[in-house]
């Protein structure tokens, strides 16, 4: 009897036991799903400090994003200013030169951006565009059309998660400059954009039916041929729209810059970041899977390659802190054997979809020999 008692006992702490850890993961699980799939506008901080001009050059207290090396944006609420490659550094100064802008005032909260343009075309870059809606199926998602000479070749740009269209102005003087139309589009849960049915980011999921819309937009105002250009998640969804949709076969070229290639590996990045161990990636996968409907292995390229397969253009910054370089190269390796027409130009020190900012001559180069050769666009 004594025996039984016991063994019934043990047996209900072992239940109760795996209640609570079954909770704990389901807990964690959620708590990482909401930081994947809400939309939530990010906390725009402002951690540097300003501390005056020298002659041409932008003052800014030493840290590990004053002292990038590259070209970058400095912002701060009311201004903004474009700044080049480190100048000098010495007791705790950096000095950049200004290239654009006007410099912040000394003791002024700043923020170090890979975005140096803010705004529209026309006030960032002095370029002719039209503020126009793309009909989608969840209802107008608003754009930037730049038009060029060539009408029959249009790029779509495809920005990342929680970013927006800005992230694409830096390339499009280069791509306005070889005669190519540019739609500068936003998706679903943008600001100023239709809402998900769920509130909730699908990843690439369901994204995609909005790059499908641009394509329509851009087929009915007379593209013949269309070169996708995304950052970060805007990789994935183009992975997606090269899967899914039954307009890919209009897409001539592809330009990838910092990737989502693989969820998982990037999942795993951003749990070692967070001290995080990452057998929970697992977990937070199967919670968001669950509550947004996303099979997590599709968005492995690799794996799960689409059928059609443009010529594409990779670049990655071997110091990706938020995107594993790794997803990028494992495409490029497998390349050959996926009979994909790939080439993958990697930066060394680049951080997150900052490649164009540390070595802008060696991707300015690398996007037109690319745009040449696949889309016969200008030098």
Same mark, same amino acid.
Request: proline share 7%; aromatic share 6%; net charge neutral.
């Given at each position: 009897?004594?025996?039984?008692?016991?063994?019934?006992?043990? $047996?209900?702490?072992?239940?109760?036991?795996?209640?609570?850890?079954?909770?704990?993961?389901?807990?964690?699980?959620? !708590?990482?799903?909401?930081?994947?799939?809400?939309?939530?506008?990010?906390?725009?901080?402002?951690?540097?400090?300003?501390?005056?001009?020298?002659?041409?050059? %932008?003052?800014?207290?030493?840290?590990?994003?004053?002292?990038?090396?590259?070209?970058?944006?400095?912002?701060?609420?009311?201004?903004? $200013?474009?700044?080049?490659?480190?100048?000098?550094?010495?007791?705790?100064?950096?000095?950049?030169?200004?290239?654009?802008?006007?410099?912040?005032?000394?003791?002024?909260?700043?923020?170090?951006?890979?975005?140096? !343009? /803010?705004? #529209?075309?026309?006030?960032?870059?002095?370029?002719?565009?039209?503020?126009?809606?793309?009909?989608?199926?969840?209802?107008?998602?608003?754009?930037?059309?730049?038009?060029?000479? #060539?009408?029959?070749? *249009?790029?779509?740009?495809?920005?990342?998660?929680?970013?927006?269209?800005?992230?694409?102005?830096?390339?499009?003087?280069?791509?306005?400059?070889?005669?190519?139309?540019?739609?500068?589009?936003?998706?679903?849960?943008?600001?100023?954009?239709?809402?998900?049915?769920?509130?909730?980011?699908?990843?690439?999921?369901?994204?995609?039916?909005?790059?499908?819309?641009?394509?329509?937009?851009?087929? $009915?105002?007379?593209?013949?041929?269309?070169?996708?250009?995304? *950052?970060?998640? &805007?990789?994935?969804?183009?992975?997606?729209?090269?899967?899914?949709?039954?307009?890919?076969?209009?897409?001539? &070229?592809?330009?990838?810059?910092?990737?989502?290639?693989?969820?998982?590996?990037?999942?795993?990045? /951003?749990?070692?970041?967070?001290?995080?161990?990452?057998?929970?990636?697992?977990?937070?996968?199967?919670?968001?899977?669950?509550?947004?409907?996303?099979?997590?292995?599709?968005?492995?390229? %690799?794996?799960?390659?689409?059928?059609?397969?443009?010529?594409?253009?990779?670049?990655?910054?071997?110091?990706?802190?938020?995107?594993?370089?790794?997803?990028?190269?494992?495409?490029?390796?497998?390349?050959?054997?996926?009979? *994909?027409?790939? /080439?993958?130009?990697?930066?060394?020190?680049?951080?997150?979809?900052?490649?164009?900012?540390?070595?802008?001559?060696?991707?300015?180069?690398?996007?037109?020999?690319?745009?040449?050769?696949?889309?016969?666009?200008?030098?």
């Amino acid at each position: 009897m004594a025996r039984g008692k016991i063994t019934r006992i043990a $047996a209900t702490s072992l239940l109760v036991l795996l209640v609570l850890v079954t909770a704990a993961l389901g807990g964690i699980g959620w !708590y990482y799903s909401d930081e994947l799939l809400e939309p939530a506008e990010v906390p725009r901080r402002h951690p540097e400090t300003a501390l005056g001009v020298d002659g041409g050059n %932008v003052v800014l207290a030493e840290s590990r994003l004053t002292t990038l090396r590259g070209t970058f944006g400095v912002v701060w609420p009311g201004g903004s $200013a474009k700044v080049g490659d480190v100048a000098s550094t010495k007791n705790g100064r950096v000095e950049r030169p200004l290239i654009d802008g006007t410099a912040p005032p000394e003791g002024t909260k700043v923020r170090i951006e890979t975005n140096v !343009y /803010q705004g #529209n075309p026309k006030t960032a870059l002095g370029l002719v565009h039209s503020d126009v809606a793309v009909p989608s199926e969840l209802g107008d998602m608003p754009a930037w059309l730049v038009p060029a000479s #060539n009408r029959d070749t *249009w790029v779509i740009t495809v920005h990342g998660r929680g970013a927006s269209r800005e992230e694409a102005l830096r390339v499009v003087p280069q791509l306005h400059g070889a005669g190519l139309t540019v739609l500068l589009i936003s998706y679903r849960n943008d600001p100023g954009a239709p809402k998900s049915p769920d509130g909730l980011y699908h990843l690439g999921d369901t994204e995609w039916h909005d790059v499908e819309a641009a394509i329509h937009y851009a087929q $009915a105002r007379g593209a013949k041929r269309v070169v996708l250009y995304g *950052w970060s998640m &805007g990789g994935a969804i183009i992975g997606q729209t090269l899967a899914r949709s039954s307009s890919a076969s209009v897409v001539s &070229g592809v330009v990838l810059d910092s990737p989502v290639t693989n969820w998982t590996q990037t999942l795993d990045l /951003q749990a070692q970041n967070r001290g995080v161990p990452t057998w929970l990636t697992p977990v937070a996968e199967l919670v968001s899977g669950w509550r947004a409907g996303i099979d997590f292995d599709r968005f492995d390229l %690799v794996a799960n390659p689409p059928a059609l397969k443009p010529p594409t253009l990779v670049l990655h910054g071997s110091a990706d802190g938020t995107v594993p370089a790794r997803s990028s190269r494992d495409l490029a390796s497998a390349a050959d054997r996926l009979g *994909w027409p790939l /080439q993958y130009v990697e930066i060394p020190g680049a951080d997150h979809t900052s490649a164009w900012n540390v070595a802008t001559d060696t991707y300015r180069g690398a996007l037109g020999d690319f745009l040449t050769r696949s889309v016969g666009a200008r030098p």
